[in-house]
């Protein structure tokens, strides 16, 4: 099916939905909401790792009555955050299991008077020993979350990897580490709670999810389904980092409502946010691979471990990612990949754009260059002798039924990027020049939706209306938030009904008005919601001309005149569809085996950096990157994604490093910690080749991901090209490349066998 | 408890506007929380991000950072001021169709950065571009598309030169 020749608005440019709202400063983020009689919210936060709360005390000199104070105590319902596990308190209750976990939340009509009450509560407590490292936690000498530290294990077994090593000719190992990603989201964390016993609790935030927010609001306050009500505000960035914190800061803010009796606003400031909410898991991972003597590889035994933090959050989910795309884009016999997720005293790691898939993309895509060194091949070679290709089956035995076009998206990449001329001309000019020129690449997949059966158990329902005032609204509980949901979504409904791209709306994301369509997370909103809304309108055409005498051929007019029809016969213009997986979608849970997602998106992205040998700094000069995301369905939008995904990639490579000191997040400002700035981020390159994915809205697949899983192994790749040293660690800092640079050569060559 | 505040005048957008306030009170909370204009968004509170960034007396400040006594007579152009009545300014339109707003929270404090950046330089290299708004800081773009849309907004005046064209990239 090639449908890109056919369309009128999908696949074109059309500005985006909200823009002019954006552009003009009237669009309404949670923190621009005013409302009569409103409080503000504070939170009083742990000063240590771990431990039990042995009193609390509060300022003799504040006069407290003036002050609405929450406790674990004032829970109605059940205390903990609703996600995967319920293990998370909503409020500490007893005992602290990170620094900056919330005790105690104070509302009050003065916000400077909030911020003073905070430091007016004095927490005593009794220190537990506390661990913060995956090694601390494998150890198991101290446990501090279930028996034995562990969030969640998997096991994928392909073929069998211990009878390759006898007849590999190579083996080559190699351990590989990533660091903690903040999301930087620009807009902080906020929420604003309203409760009536009449009404019951409506929140309004800055939010990802809001039918998350929603479930887990229900349990913490008790509440039927129909008395919670959440609406999602315009939103300054997410990145993950808005999937599942507002579950946490909705339930804070409508506690101090309820008590308070009055709306509650919470919005964090910068230092609080960057403290107190989720990150990207660090990492370690190790590989020992297995190859012929013609550089293909026989075996790959792969364990991820990652670091959870103190709850179990999303970390299995995480995790299952991580497993799923350790492999990388390769074909190979036996696989075996053991993973485990580890408990820390520390902040719990969330969602982050990639979610587990950078963190093994960029250890495999590393060592993949590792191995060429190893065995004397060119990593570009390496590749190409390994790639998957039509019909080859990954790790967990899923065959690649779609076109798989690794090898073309490389030769965009190295001729778009002069990729041979330039690494030949660096390698002349480097001898004589103390700033090191290098190429490097990284090739991979990312899986788009939810892994395994998640889409089944999701079971999203969406679809579409028509108002009173002739417009037809999209109906749906994802959210914008950047990446552009709106655009998208309106557009394939304008595609699909055969109406203007203006006579389209999105209802607002309010689980009062919209069903419960799925988070907007993990590549999903363009392909999956996006076949339900293509669904949703095919199906409207067949309500209407069954019921409403519409013809075949129709104008604008006429599908408002024939809704209209409609509606004075019927009642509501309603069209709603449940998700259907692809036929043939099979996945066993148990052996971790089977059909890991619905489709790829497939990527090749190729580095150009420079090390200067006097600053140690390393900086990105240029960067290409060609993927196959399915169908575009909006170029503007599309390029965008990629840029800027490319842009954290490069802050999670070279500039971005969380530092926690006693479990505490010591630079949560953006003094210290550092982002790629207009004058850091280099020219961008990007090249898309279109395979239209049937089961996709208008062949489209998920892209939101993908740019973020190559920056980091193309630029260490790049940089063990510019000076023939190896950094298997990130971030790489120039104090890390001091260190190692300024040491006599002790060069880690990688081990081969 | 406000009788020691002072009051302070100064022209936003265009129009006079007096505010009794506490003297150090910040710029940023005189426009959001007195004025209402809620378009200049707060990222960071300590000038980094560059979210708040104003006009003053024609200089590009951030307004978390100015106390309102330091604004006492000053002239400040905020984003609410760009567009003139129904049509977008030549930036705005700029975003609009190149892309250069995705999330929109540094967008207000970018398009202020980008008018400051063309009112010295109508027609700023590429360099002078990066340069111009290394203060704001935007976490969803990658930057690119919104150099991409200030060289646009420039693309029909006068003096534009190839060179602009086609560096963006």
Known sequence: ?????????????????????????????????????LWHGATVRSSIPRGLIRSIGFDRKVDWNEFTVVTAADIPGQNHVQLIAADQPCLADGKVSHCDEAILLIAHADKQKVREAVNSVRIEYE?????????????????????????????????????????????????????????????????IAAYSAEKGLTVWGSLQCPYYVHRSLVAVFNLSEDKVRVIQTETGGAFGGKEDYPSTLAAHASLLAMKSGHPVKMVYDRMEDLAATTKRHPSRVRHRTALDKKGKLLAMD?????????????????????????????????????????????????????????????????????IAVAIGIDPIELRRRNFLHDGDTTATEQVMREPVILDKLLDRALTESSYEEKRARFARENRHNPVKRGMGIAAFYHGSGFTGSGERYLNSLAGIDVTTEGKLRVLVANTEFGQGTNTILTQIAAEAIGLDYNDVIMAPADTSIVPNSGPTVASRTSMVVGRLIERAC??????????????????????????????????????????????????????????????????????????????????????????????????????????????????????????????????????????????????????????????????????????????????LNAIKDAIGVSFNSIPLLPEDLFAKLSTPQTLEEPTAV | MNKGWPTIRLAVNGEMRAVRTPAMKRLLDVLREDLHLTGTKEGCGEGECGSCSVRMNGELVNSCLVPILQAEGASIETVEGLACDAELHPLQKAFLDCGGAQCGICTPGMLMAATQLLAQNPHPSMAEIREGLAGNLCRCTGFIRIFESVIAATANSPGRTTEQATDAR
């Open chain 1, 1 to 37: 099916m090639n449908t890109c020749a056919t369309t009128r608005i999908v696949g074109t440019p059309v500005p985006r939905k909200e823009g002019v709202d954006k552009l003009l400063g009237r669009a309404r983020y949670v923190d621009d909401i005013e409302m009569d009689g």
């Open chain 1, 127 to 191: 220190p537990l020993p506390p661990i913060f490292t995956i090694e601390e936690s494998e150890e198991q000498k101290i446990v501090i979350w279930g028996s034995d530290n562990i969030f969640k294990s998997f096991l994928l077994e392909k073929g069998d990897v211990e009878s390759a090593w006898a007849k590999a000719a190579h083996i080559v190992e190699g351990e590989y580490r990533t660091g903690a990603q903040e999301h930087l989201y620009i807009e902080n964390n906020g929420m």
């Open chain 1, 302 to 370: 792969i364990e991820v471990a990652t670091d959870g933090g103190a709850y179990s959050t999303l970390s299995s989910t995480v995790l299952s990612r991580a497993t799923l795309h350790s492999a990388g884009p390769y074909v190979c016999p036996n696989v075996r990949v053991r993973s485990c997720s580890w408990a820390t005293n520390t902040v719990p790691y969330g969602a982050f754009r990639g979610f587990g898939a950078p963190q093994a993309i960029f250890a495999v895509e590393r060592h993949m260059d590792e």
């Open chain 1, 538 to 715: 095919a199906q409207l055409i067949a309500m209407l001309s069954e019921h409403a005498e519409l013809d075949e051929q129709f104008t604008t007019a006429e599908f408002f005149a024939a809704c209209d029809r409609y509606r004075a016969a019927k009642g509501d213009v309603v069209s709603l569809c449940r998700y259907e997986a692809p036929p043939g979608i099979f996945w066993d849970d148990q052996k971790y085996r089977g059909e890991a997602y619905p489709a790829f998106a497939w990527s090749v992205q190729v580095a150009q950096v420079a090390v200067d040998t006097v600053t140690y700094s390393a900086e990105v000069e240029e960067f290409w990157s060609a993927q196959e995301v399915g169908r575009v369905l909006n170029p503007v939008l599309a390029g965008g994604q990629i840029e800027g995904g490319i842009a954290q990639g490069i802050g999670y490579a070279l500039y971005e490093k969380v530092i926690l000191q006693n479990g505490h997040m010591a630079n949560n400002q953006m003094t210290n910690y550092i982002m790629p700035t207009a004058e850091d981020v280099p020219p961008i390159h990007v090249y898309f080749e279109e395979i239209p994915f049937q089961h996709g809205a208008f062949g489209a697949k998920g892209i939101g991901e993908l740019p973020h899983d190559g920056p980091a192994p193309a630029i």
